[in-house]
């Protein structure tokens, strides 16, 4: 009897509600579909610095994603950036890689090592250093690879994964490419926001409670 | 609900695709050979099983009565990997009669026996239940524990004694606040 108490009084301390101080209590800040997507204007791996709004120019549609050397998930979508860059790229697509990670804690994402990796891995794509981690913050990202497609207007029309498998042969769902098909057809996206899924952004010790903006 | 041993001896290690309900199955594919072990710690005989998001529902379900801690991680993921040995450490602390801590690997199911059943084995703790998601929908998957969770990993989420979601935890909570919530999860309420 007094454990039957016990556990009704117990529901009252949690009543099925994600207690405030938990994290994801509440839905996270992420960048909103329908609005401008920050620009921003980084430095590549070839030497040339990549600005958003000349990609939108000479484009229908770019493809931001935030990843990095050191993280197998980010490691696993490589090939299939390079697929869609490949297979986009004649219908007006721009793909962009921009790591963000703190590379004192993770050497392996260091600027060195990106110019390694693109070469190795033959990128057919600009991949960009954000050095200031202020890109990743005015994007909200959170994992490596974390995709974000915008239309030529700079609109957010999709974010999340590129699709729903880290294993590319047990694919059932290609978001991203779905997204794209809708965009060059200039029909509404279907799915415009999935999950992400990766490894988290390696984010530099906090110092300063400066709050990137990612203008240009 | 004794399915652990001491791998002293034998070491069996299995991927269950049974269906859940039968919990009690413990017939598994025997996997590699032992890996070497240079901690003083015993390798510990591992059993994992396959769930989709149902499934990982079910487990939850399954402990009502106790507290239970849900932990989605992956080898490859670093702070999963340094916050793991406070989970054994939460187990045996806390009894496995009042805590139950099941764990959700998001490693690829092709690397399970390269990766994951090695760490399992070395990291892993008794009384611990071992998952890998296989469901094939992240997106899914994650709406359905908390649709309010981005979808990166680590990520835990706390369930008090009636089964419901209290606590939300990812990279920036650290393991002496979430031990201070299960402690208040564990406690009977104040007169």
């Given at each position: 009897?007094?454990?039957?108490?016990?556990?009704?009084?117990?529901?009252?301390?949690?009543?099925?509600?994600?207690?405030?101080?938990?994290?994801?209590?509440?839905?996270?800040?992420?960048?909103?579909?329908?609005?401008?997507?920050?620009?921003?204007?980084?430095?590549?791996?070839?030497?040339?610095?990549?600005?958003?709004?000349?990609?939108l120019?000479?484009?229908k549609?770019?493809?931001?994603?935030?990843?990095?050397?050191?993280?197998?998930?980010?490691?696993?979508?490589?090939?299939?950036?390079?697929?869609?860059?490949?297979?986009?790229?004649?219908?007006?697509?721009?793909?962009?890689a921009?790591?963000s990670n703190?590379?004192e804690?993770?050497?392996?994402?260091?600027f060195?090592n990106?110019?390694?990796?693109?070469?190795?891995k033959?990128?057919?794509?600009?991949?960009?250093?954000?050095?200031?981690?202020?890109?990743?913050?005015?994007?909200?990202?959170?994992?490596?690879?974390?995709?974000?497609?915008?239309?030529?207007?700079?609109?957010?029309?999709?974010?999340?994964?590129?699709?729903?498998?880290?294993?590319?042969?047990?694919?059932?769902?290609?978001?991203?490419?779905?997204?794209?098909?809708?965009?060059?057809?200039?029909?509404?996206?279907?799915?415009?926001?999935?999950?992400?899924?990766?490894?988290?952004?390696?984010?530099?010790?906090?110092?300063?409670?400066?709050?990137?903006?990612?203008?240009? | 609900?004794?399915?652990?041993?001491?791998?002293?001896?034998?070491?069996?290690?299995?991927?269950?695709?049974?269906?859940?309900?039968?919990?009690?199955?413990?017939?598994?594919?025997?996997v590699?050979?032992?890996?070497?072990?240079?901690?003083?710690?015993?390798?510990?005989?591992?059993?994992?099983?396959?769930?989709?998001?149902?499934?990982?529902?079910?487990?939850?379900?399954?402990?009502?009565?106790r507290?239970?801690?849900?932990?989605?991680?992956?080898?490859?993921?670093?702070p999963?990997?340094?916050?793991?040995?406070?989970?054994?450490?939460?187990?045996?602390?806390?009894?496995?009669?009042?805590?139950?801590?099941?764990?959700?690997?998001?490693d690829?199911?092709?690397?399970?026996?390269?990766?994951?059943?090695?760490?399992?084995?070395?990291?892993?703790?008794?009384n611990?239940?071992?998952?890998?998601?296989?469901?094939?929908?992240h997106?899914?998957?994650?709406?359905?524990?908390?649709?309010?969770?981005?979808?990166?990993?680590?990520?835990?989420?706390?369930?008090?004694?009636?089964?419901?979601?209290?606590?939300?935890?990812?990279?920036?909570?650290?393991?002496?606040?979430?031990?201070?919530?299960?402690?208040?999860?564990?406690?009977?309420?104040?007169?």
């Amino acid at each position: 009897m007094h454990g039957k108490m016990t556990k009704l009084l117990s529901l009252a301390v949690c009543l099925g509600v994600l207690v405030a101080t938990s994290a994801w209590a509440a839905p996270e800040k992420q960048l909103e579909i329908g609005k401008p997507a920050p620009t921003f204007k980084l430095p590549g791996v070839d030497g040339k610095t990549v600005a958003l709004a000349d990609l939108l120019k000479k484009n229908k549609a770019a493809v931001v994603v935030f990843t990095c050397n050191h993280c197998p998930v980010a490691k696993d979508y490589q090939d299939r950036l390079i697929e869609i860059q490949k297979d986009y790229k004649d219908k007006g697509v721009a793909v962009v890689a921009i790591n963000s990670n703190d590379a004192e804690a993770y050497p392996e994402d260091s600027f060195e090592n990106m110019k390694k990796r693109a070469k190795e891995k033959e990128y057919n794509f600009p991949y960009l250093h954000d050095e200031s981690q202020r890109i990743a913050r005015a994007y909200m990202a959170t994992c490596t690879p974390h995709v974000f497609l915008l239309n030529p207007k700079g609109t957010l029309v999709y974010r999340g994964a590129v699709d729903d498998d880290q294993d590319v042969k047990k694919v059932t769902k290609a978001h991203l490419r779905n997204a794209l098909d809708s965009v060059l057809a200039d029909k509404p996206v279907e799915t415009t926001t999935t999950k992400q899924f990766g490894c988290t952004i390696k984010w530099k010790p906090k110092k300063e409670k400066e709050e990137g903006k990612g203008k240009e | 609900m004794n399915r652990w041993r001491n791998a002293g001896g034998s070491m069996h290690t299995g991927l269950h695709r049974t269906p859940l309900l039968f919990l009690l199955a413990t017939l598994g594919v025997v996997v590699g050979a032992a890996c070497s072990d240079r901690s003083n710690r015993q390798p510990i005989a591992v059993t994992i099983r396959c769930a989709d998001e149902g499934g990982i529902q079910q487990y939850v379900a399954m402990y009502r009565g106790r507290v239970v801690l849900l932990d989605f991680w992956a080898t490859w993921c670093s702070p999963c990997v340094e916050q793991f040995p406070h989970l054994v450490k939460w187990q045996k602390k806390f009894g496995p009669d009042n805590l139950a801590i099941v764990t959700v690997s998001l490693d690829k199911e092709s690397d399970l026996n390269s990766t994951v059943v090695p760490f399992l084995r070395n990291h892993g703790g008794p009384n611990m239940e071992f998952l890998l998601y296989s469901g094939g929908d992240h997106d899914k998957m994650v709406n359905a524990v908390n649709p309010n969770w981005t979808g990166e990993v680590p990520a835990m989420f706390l369930y008090d004694r009636a089964g419901r979601l209290c606590y939300s935890f990812g990279e920036e909570d650290k393991p002496a606040q979430i031990e201070k919530l299960i402690v208040k999860l564990l406690s009977p309420p104040e007169e």
